[in-house]
């Protein structure tokens, strides 16, 4: 439902940093908390770091003070601004959307998820 366009992945040295730029329309970036997920090979997917539409960012703790996500309304995007890179950060990443739904007529609600197709980040020892 939610279109997810992610940029600014590569290849970077060991204590670098990169930027991620996800672009969505104006209803995704106003009605959804916005995020990032990563992959790595032969793991699952976690949670990186989140935005919502109205509060403060969360991070995952393997994170937490080195990437930092920000909104950017007048691009209708979100940004990872991820610092201090390590090799264990090496993933694919996926942006996120997410906003809580209305799924019958006893206002039960069911979380809905979309994902941009993942753009891989690799950081070199």
């Known amino acids: 439902q939610v279109q997810l366009v992610e940029s600014g992945g590569g290849v970077v040295q060991s204590g670098g940093s990169l930027r991620l730029s996800c672009a969505t329309s104006?209803?995704?970036?106003?009605?959804?908390?916005l995020g990032w997920y990563r992959q790595a090979p032969g793991k699952q997917r976690e949670f990186v770091a989140k935005?919502?539409?109205?509060?403060?960012?969360t991070y995952a703790d393997s994170v937490s003070g080195r990437f930092t996500i920000s909104r950017d309304k007048a691009k209708n995007s979100v940004h990872l601004q991820m610092n201090s890179l390590k090799p264990e950060d090496t993933a694919v990443y996926y942006c996120?959307?997410?906003?809580?739904?209305?799924?019958?007529?006893?206002?039960?609600?069911?979380?809905?998820?979309?994902w941009g197709q993942g753009i891989q980040v690799t950081v070199s020892s």
């Open positions: 996120n959307a997410n906003r809580p739904v209305v799924t019958n007529s006893r206002g039960d609600l069911e979380v809905i998820h979309s």
């Open positions: 104006r209803s995704g970036f106003s009605m959804n908390t």
């Open positions: 935005i919502p539409v109205w509060g403060r960012p």
